[in-house]
């Protein structure tokens, strides 16, 4: 179709016109998700040792899970330090919010996933590994540890034994010698691919959080987050160290809990062959961006090194149909959303003058139970 072009670039150029088409409005009612978040108990087992300078806490008889998430191996090793595609044992529990602690025996670090393909898995190593080389996770990995109300909450990056934490910052206010403690979840990421969360909801209370809670409003409120109790606020909290967006429960769960969400996702990049864009996107529509793409860039071809498939004004073409294609979309998916996802009042029958000013808004917005 294009000489010169291959697999790669084909296959980059539709996932970015899927990525456009995706951005020309804050929500498509064809990438509404749900899904549950679970919020665990408070580990408050043995005690805990903090040293001033020094980001590894020590407990004593706690007992805390190491691999219960993930527990596999590097068959390969890691053959140099940086950005490193590679296939691990198994990728049971490794998703793209994982933290992994590699190495335990021989140079151990903490790196996060930033990308998976398959069976590949993409983080950034700061030192070469082995051959199979270990790869662990911790359900306690991305909890909060808080020692009292009078100090910060520290995020859990690794758990290295039963007795071995490894924390987010260095610890700085005053030796800590078998101490009590409490870990627990306060920041977190929803699912991978979240784009806008639309709601939360508490079945237990039951109640619908409140989202995109300021920080300012929080730290007006309680700046030393000194509550615990059933979750009323979701509040932003920006990019975890995988560059998932962290939200902050407001406030925390000692007990456990799960609350149901549903959100917006942001499409995965279509890498294998089976791959498919977004149902209600029309595959002409990103053929013709790619095809927008395709002659907009030069492949010189020796021995004149030139290339007679560039073509600015077929790309100019191409452009005008993609843009148009993407309105039809856009008009598409507004009936669409209107169709499937308003309230029909009248759904039981004619209720009467009489019921409808009973049931009617007041002022205030409140309905007139």
């Not at 290295?160 to 977190?188: K, M, R």
């Not at 609350?259 to 996107?281: A, E, K, S």
């Not at 409808?356 to 007139?368: L, N």
């Amino acid at each position: 179709m294009r000489a010169g072009a291959d697999v790669t670039c084909w296959r980059d150029w539709l996932n970015d016109r899927v990525h456009q088409v995706i951005d020309k409005r804050p929500y498509w009612s064809g990438l509404l998700k749900r899904g549950v978040l679970n919020l665990p108990a408070a580990t408050t087992t043995g005690n805990i040792s903090l040293t001033i300078g020094s980001n590894v806490a020590v407990g004593t008889s706690t007992n805390w899970p190491v691999s219960d998430v993930v527990n596999t191996t590097i068959p390969s090793g890691i053959a140099r330090p940086g950005n490193v595609w590679f296939t691990p044992s198994s990728l049971q529990g490794i998703t793209l919010n994982s933290t992994l602690y590699v190495d335990s025996a021989g140079t151990p670090e903490v790196t996060s996933v930033q990308q998976m393909r398959g069976t590949q898995v993409l983080c950034n190593f700061q030192s070469a590994h082995n051959l199979n080389c270990t790869v662990t996770q911790s359900s306690l990995v991305g909890q909060q540890l808080l020692i009292s109300k009078n100090n910060p909450y520290f995020s859990i990056l690794a758990v290295t034994s039963s007795t071995g934490l490894i924390l987010d910052n260095e610890w700085a206010y005053q030796n800590i010698t078998n101490g009590g403690y409490q870990i627990f979840l306060a920041y977190t990421p929803f699912a991978p691919d979240v784009k806008e969360l639309l709601f939360v909801i508490d079945p237990i209370q039951p109640l619908t959080l409140r989202l995109h809670v300021p920080q300012n409003w929080l730290n007006s409120n309680d700046p030393i987050r000194q509550n615990s109790n059933s979750p009323i606020w979701i509040a932003d909290l920006g990019p975890n160290a995988a560059g998932n967006q962290l939200f902050e429960i407001y406030p925390p769960s000692l007990v456990q809990y799960q609350l149901y969400y549903g959100y917006y996702q942001q499409w995965p990049d279509m890498t294998n062959p089976g791959d498919r864009p977004p149902l209600f996107i029309n595959p002409t529509v990103l053929m013709h961006g790619a095809l927008a793409d395709a002659f907009r860039m030069k492949f010189p071809q020796p021995p004149k090194f030139d290339d007679p498939w560039y073509n600015p004004k077929a790309a100019d073409d191409y452009e005008k149909k993609f843009e148009l294609g993407c309105a039809d979309l856009v008009t598409a998916d507004n009936s669409k959303a209107q169709r499937d996802y308003e309230w029909d009042f009248n759904a039981f029958g004619q209720s009467g003058a009489n019921y409808d000013q009973r049931h009617a808004i007041d002022t205030g917005g409140d309905w007139m139970f």
